[in-house]
């Protein structure tokens, strides 16, 4: 019997993925957990398995579209099988039917892109398939698939009165944004650039697809849901500089290029420990501030292909080099887009190295829901006044942007206090685990 393979629940609140490229074309003979479509998620590059051997009678959706969770992606079935129509199944999805909607993942459950490693958390339930709310306002048995529906309902467009030009019949976008008023995009799944001319002359439009437009979402969403204040000060880190100098030899040794950001990771959990709603998140819903006991500290990586934030799991539990070693590791799976989401979930606090790239003070967007995030700018010969005279001292300027609903600035500069007493004495930072 054929089988329509939806996109499944892929983890942590993620509702939606674009299609990068299929691996298999329509006739091809595929084995259960063979890979068969690339789709890029929040952030993450994944391959999604086929759950089932069969041969792959029909694609449903195109590289270049984005499918939601409960979206049929292809059907699967015996050679010379008939697929059967999508659009029964897309209609079936408002009545919420069981069958139809992903099942959450529970502690060490398998889901396409393997073992969940986080223990289950309210942000682990599985979303509805985005289609169910969207379709209730619309005419229940027009053919359309889910995005196209929720489409319609956030251009305020009628599905029913709409004539689809897709295959038997069915509404595309491109048919919504028609009957909208606006412009057809294109459905090119590269980012080509389109040349037009303005008043004042030539620009280019580039789509802003992928991982730049989950940037651009979640940024937006931080800056709109969390008040952001952001702290700012200046760090002495001579003797730190003294004492990664001693020991970079010995790190190397051990394969890890030691530099001063497994000192922070260190520094900053010790820090979140003296004041644990710096690692909390607001739930909103529910009105509680969630105080996380647990700690996995993200790190802002920039890539070619974006920013991406993959967190270092209970650095408490590393050492030094472990940490600087999780760093490397992570950071070049960011840069071959071999990342898996596992590695860039669970979040309780983010660091951002400005620095690296130049800057001195930065006021960095928090990582939503988190309630803080850490910027480091760069590390610069200082003349501090010591008495009567004046000592040249390395110093970091660091800024801590907050969540003002959860803490208050006598909290986050008490908090950023105890970085800097860690940091200004490097011993003290193999202390207090």
Known sequence: MAFDFRLPDLGEGIAEGEIIKWLVKEG????????????????????????????????????????????????????????????????????ESPKQTPSPKKKGSSTVIGELEEAPDDDEK???????????????????????????????????????????????????????????????PAKTPTVTYEKYGRVLRVPLKGIRKTIAENMAASVQ???????????????????????KEAAEGKGVKLTYLPFIVKAVVLALKEFPYLNSSLDDSAGDIVIKQYYNIGIAVDTPHGLMVPVIKSPQEKTIIEIGREIYRVAE?????????????????????????????????????????????????????????????????????????????????????????????????????
Request: aromatic letters at 4%; hydrophobic letters at 35%.
């Open 126 to 188: 599985t979303p509805a398939p985005p289609a169910a709310s969207s379709a209730k306002t619309t005419h229940a048995t027009a053919k359309a698939l889910p995005s196209v529906r929720k489409l319609a309902q956030e251009m305020n467009v009628d599905i029913a009165g709409i004539t689809g030009s897709g295959p038997d019949g069915r509404i595309t976008e491109d048919d919504v944004r028609a009957a909208a008023g606006k412009s057809v995009k294109t459905s090119t």
């Open 333 to 433: 799976l960011c840069r071959t887009r071999d990342i898996q989401p596992k590695d860039i979930q669970g979040g309780t606090f983010t660091i951002t190295n400005v620095g690296s790239i130049g800057g001195v003070f930065a006021t960095p967007i928090i990582n939503h829901p988190e309630c803080a995030i850490l910027a480091l700018g760069r590390i610069v010969d200082t003349a501090v006044p010591t008495g009567q005279k004046f000592e040249i001292r390395k110093m970091l300027p660091i800024s801590l942007s907050f969540d003002h609903r959860i803490i208050d600035g006598a909290t986050a500069a008490k908090f950023a206090n105890e970085i800097k007493r860690r940091l200004e004495d490097p011993d003290s930072l193999f202390m207090g685990y």
């Open 28 to 95: 091809d003979t595929v084995e259960e957990h063979q890979e068969i479509v690339e789709i890029e998620t929040d952030k993450a590059l994944v391959k999604v398995p086929s759950p089932k051997s069969g041969t792959v009678l029909k694609i449903h959706e195109q590289a270049g579209t984005t499918a939601h969770v409960g979206d049929i992606l292809c059907t699967i079935g015996d050679k010379g099988e008939r697929a059967s129509s999508p659009e029964k199944k897309t209609t079936a999805l408002p009545k």
């Open 225 to 247: 849901t969390i008040p952001h204040v952001t702290h700012m000060d200046y760090v002495d880190v001579t003797k730190l500089a003294a004492y990664r100098e001693k020991e």
